[in-house]
DNA sequence: AACCCAGATGTGAACGCTCACACTACCGAT
DNA sequence: ATCGGTAGTGTGAGCGTTCACATCTGGGTT
């Protein structure tokens, strides 16, 4: 049993000898075609079970020139919002029938990019689903999509490029007119970097309630996504006594800025109001529980690579083929009215 | 240029006609083997660049056996170290020239295991990286690894499967002495649930650490890894006014615990000292800022691939295959001596 | 009885690459 | 002058599938 080297893995022929029919009548049973007798479809289904043969999945891609894998580049997957993306890319891609190769960004540039992609192409993958919600990444996608199908998830809204993206105007719309509307005279934000689509998008939505609101727009803060750059914000805007209501574009800011607000004996919500952006799953935990937009990111993976999907299978995808998903308002414990109504 | 259907992609053949060469030549040159003028390469790579040629793997493939990629099968990739270990697994494999495809585990038994495993095969992997950190795993695992080459990256134990993984006992034992060392009579203990292989290591470390001590025992409370279990268990330790120390066995459980004492009145560390476990990137933002143990996910992602790759290639790994990385204590602001010290 | 047609099956040729080997030129050693 | 060796190149087979087609059955029709 043990030689020195293993015995060749069963291959179709030895399926077709053992049944006691062709190869091709393997073959159409395999693939599920009619016009097999039962009898005969039983006989080859235990001739397969009987020698553990599995079809060559190499051999099938090479004549059918479909190799039924998709290929995923993401920017560092190890953050909430790519993990559980490429989680909902993984499952929708399973029920599609589809393997998915993955291939990550070690650094966010056009080079990076484009051979990320054409990494996966190497490999032969039939579409590829783009995590890279940089603005960089924009002008690259449009080039890497001239040699694959390809469809952006939370990307950069391009004309050529289809793509599925949550509306980050929308969900800081509602976030600050839901400060607005308890009362607060304005709302400050903490941003995220200008680079990143999000970030714009975010901060588009605050300024463009205010403004409906005729509330006067202040300066906004510029952080990093980080916690840390949060409490940076956080020190700064604590010596403001006429801060009340502050809009952060994430929650890890957020958790930032509640640490130097209460460091510096504000109170939140009582004191001052915080809403973040993301919902991560710690947020009901902070101290106060986080009011927050929440983002469905395994619904925007999914909705990402059914768009593919469709798109692979000829059929024409809407107007732009872009999809645009709403978020939703998670009202907790860190806003209230101002003292001072 | 846009008719109906594409122009087939070029094959090496044409390259081949191109360059005026033979196909073997031009795949010679592919394959960076010797013996090839350098003039005539020169003329090989200007021709592959002229029709940008991408060799077909799939093809390749069939003849040579070798698909070049591996896979990787992983509980919930959406939490914090699953995702970090799928991170550096994946740019391990890049280094190594392997692709990685991927195959998440919706639930966790022992056939949608197997089921994963299986899906990876018939897609040619040459090996498989198994993230799966519940007891129930190990044995699946092992019946998983008849079929392929397989490691496990912070799974259980077993003989014949090789695996990478993070000491929990020993994490667990410096936690603990830590608090030990600063003056506590005991550590309490919230550990996770005891179907995952990592809360049971940190109870042994944890009740190893408080024996050697010669301190009492407490009943630990277990938690399920959430942040509610966490808050849960808090509330319960905070009306014992003999609790001075809580190890949490991981982070999150730790949110919820702190914010429960602080609910309570029960300042950290003033009152209570805590541990963690994990060090996630929000724990140097808790209120107070969390003490804890620091896993490195990215390098036990890193290193499982590192082992598998060498199976591969032949060489035998170590007396048994197991590789066993020490995490650290990182000391933060949650722990300090107890008042009547 | 001759026919046809559809269902069930088999045959051989691709698919695009690498492997094993054959071949050619040219060198220095005999 | 002959030989052996080696660098450079070409030839044909074969990897394990699917596809297009050919073939063989066995009922209905006429």
Chains 1, 2 share one sequence.
Do not use: K
């Not at 400060?179 to 970030?199: E, I, K, Q, S």
């Amino acid at each position: 049993m043990d030689r020195n080297s293993a015995p060749p893995p069963p291959v179709m022929a030895d399926v077709a000898r053992l049944a006691g029919v062709s190869h091709q009548t393997v073959s159409r049973v395999l693939n599920d075609q009619p016009n097999v007798r039962t009898e005969t479809r039983a006989r080859v289904l235990a001739a397969i079970r009987e020698l553990d043969y599995r079809p060559n999945s190499a051999a099938r891609t090479l004549v059918t020139r479909r190799s039924q894998t998709l290929g995923v580049v993401s920017f560092d997957t190890t953050l909430y919002g790519p993990a559980s993306m490429l989680y909902g890319i993984e499952q929708a891609a399973r029920d599609a029938d589809y393997f998915v190769s993955i291939s990550s960004l070690r650094a966010m540039d056009r080079a990076t990019l484009l051979d990320a992609v054409s990494r996966l192409r190497d490999q032969a993958v039939e579409g590829v689903v783009v995590i890279a919600p940089q603005t960089q990444a924009a002008g690259a996608l449009e080039q890497a999509a001239a040699g694959v199908p390809l469809v952006g998830a939370g990307c950069g809204v391009t004309e050529r490029v289809p793509m599925v993206a949550i509306d980050q105007r929308a969900g800081a719309l509602i976030a600050t007119r839901h400060l607005l509307d308890l009362g607060h005279r304005t709302v400050h934000h903490v941003a995220g970097p200008m680079n990143w689509l999000d970030a714009v998008g975010r901060m588009q939505g605050w300024r463009e309630a205010l403004e409906q609101a005729a509330a006067p727009v202040p300066l906004p803060i510029l952080g990093d996504w980080s916690a840390s750059s949060g409490y940076a914000a956080g020190r700064s805007l604590a010596v403001d006594p006429t801060v009340t209501a502050v809009f952060c574009a994430n929650d890890h800011m957020a958790l930032g800025l509640l640490r130097a607000l209460h460091e510096a004996g504000r109170r939140v919500p009582q004191d001052v109001s915080v809403v973040g952006f993301d919902d991560i799953p710690e947020t009901s935990y902070f101290m106060p529980p986080l009011t927050t937009v929440r983002q469905d990111f395994g619904e925007l993976g999914r909705r990402s690579l059914q768009l593919l999907v469709d798109r692979l299978a000829g059929s024409r995808p809407g107007p732009a083929g872009h999809v645009i998903i709403p978020p939703d308002l998670v009202v907790r414990g860190s806003a209230r009215p101002p003292h001072i109504a």
